[in-house]
């Protein structure tokens, strides 16, 4: 089959999401993961069978307070991955997110490489997804595609502004409160990659979503990845902008964000999820090093990947004393002094 413009456009961010992972040519965003240090609970007085990695998100309750982010479809190599994603998920007891189904609606001959997640993860958890621009009947239709249980509609200038061809206007408030309001599952609204501020979370209390997902700097660089892909040179370098996982789940409490959030960008590690739940995070997920992992390894190589997490969160959380999710946050930890000057700049911040 003859593919478009756009899926072949979504064979260049899978290839070139892959290569800055494997390069690891981006330089960090602002403060890190390692940035966090724990303090060790001495006297945990707990065993590791006790520790609950349960979470509670959309009244669901999921084995893994970790999922599989959306990364792709709409191409037959995108569709191939999408398969083995979901395969994984499926043999892993992982949700899943499909990456942005607005092709499909322009092009339905491809709807069969989203449809694909559902058919090897015929009872998992699905998450559809599309940009903060679709009209309800578009995201009905990305819901009825794979069944999904929830959408993420994805907020993007910065990645919009750097591609070629991309939008250079935005208007998204009004459509996002009616899709909230109409959609039939939780709606979650995503960044891709540039991070969230205290002004993002103070909006986003007004349209109150399911569930806000930060998408934090430090994993893929979309900035980077859409400035490769263009065909001219183009002075518009924005590969160091935006606020990391870590300053975006600190920005929604100084926020004082009462809605559930989902920490994505940059997490490779369970000491990583573990982290992003220390900072109010209800739930995690990861693309970029899971993606990198089964272009590596294949299959079996991300399964076991993943099963390594599972089995270190318990002990993360003994090695915490916490029983329960929930009790990380209340754990002490230690702030470097760089991620301490971004908290202080941030409450004396002004609009």
């Known amino acids: 089959m003859t593919e478009s413009a756009q899926a072949h456009r979504k064979n260049e961010h899978l290839s070139l999401g892959v290569k800055l992972?494997?390069?690891?040519?981006?330089?960090?965003?602002?403060?890190?993961?390692?940035?966090?240090?724990?303090?060790?609970?001495?006297?945990?007085?707990?065993?590791?069978?006790?520790?609950?990695?349960?979470?509670?998100?959309?009244?669901?309750?999921?084995?893994?307070?970790?999922?599989?982010?959306?990364?792709?479809?709409?191409?037959?190599?995108?569709?191939r991955i999408n398969g083995q994603l979901a395969s994984v998920a499926q043999k892993t007891g992982l949700a899943m997110a499909v990456g942005s189904q607005s092709i499909a609606l322009k092009e339905p001959e491809v709807a069969q490489t989203f449809k694909i997640a559902r058919e090897m993860h015929p009872d998992g958890f699905l998450i559809a997804?599309?940009?903060?621009?679709?009209?309800?009947?578009?995201?009905?239709?990305?819901?009825?595609?794979?069944?999904?249980?929830?959408?993420e509609l994805h907020v993007n200038v910065a990645q919009e502004l750097v591609m070629a061809e991309g939008d250079r206007a935005f208007y998204w408030l009004d459509n996002l409160a009616t899709v909230i309001a109409k959609s039939p599952v939780p709606v979650i609204v995503k960044e891709v990659g540039f991070g969230m501020s205290q002004q993002a979370f103070d909006t986003l209390?007004?349209?109150?979503?399911?569930?806000?997902?930060?998408?934090?700097?430090?994993?893929?660089?979309?900035?980077?990845?859409?400035?490769?892909?263009?065909?001219?040179?183009d002075n518009f370098n924005i590969d160091q902008f935006g606020l990391s996982t870590v300053e975006s789940l600190l920005s929604a409490q100084l926020a004082q964000n009462t809605l559930p959030v989902i920490a994505t960008g940059g997490i490779a590690s369970a000491n990583d999820v573990m982290t992003s739940l220390m900072l109010g995070a209800t739930m995690t997920s990861s693309a970029g090093y899971i993606l990198n992992t089964l272009m590596t390894h294949g299959e079996a190589g991300l399964i076991d990947e993943i099963i390594s997490w599972q089995h270190a969160l318990p002990r993360l959380m003994t090695l915490l004393g916490a029983r329960h999710l929930s009790e990380l946050p209340s754990k002490p930890r230690l702030y470097a002094p760089n991620l301490q000057n971004f908290i202080n700049q941030s409450k004396n911040a002004t609009p």
């Open 21 to 79: 992972w494997r390069q690891q040519e981006n330089n960090p965003i602002g403060a890190t993961f390692a940035d966090v240090r724990w303090l060790p609970a001495t006297f945990p007085e707990m065993a590791v069978a006790e520790a609950d990695v349960h979470t509670t998100l959309f009244n669901h309750t999921f084995d893994w307070p970790f999922y599989i982010e959306a990364m792709t479809g709409g191409s037959n190599l995108t569709g």
């Open 129 to 151: 997804n599309l940009g903060a621009d679709h009209p309800i009947a578009h995201v009905r239709d990305a819901i009825d595609m794979i069944d999904a249980n929830a959408i």
């Open 205 to 233: 209390k007004q349209l109150q979503p399911a569930a806000i997902n930060v998408g934090g700097a430090n994993g893929t660089n979309f900035a980077m990845i859409e400035r490769r892909r263009n065909r001219q040179a």
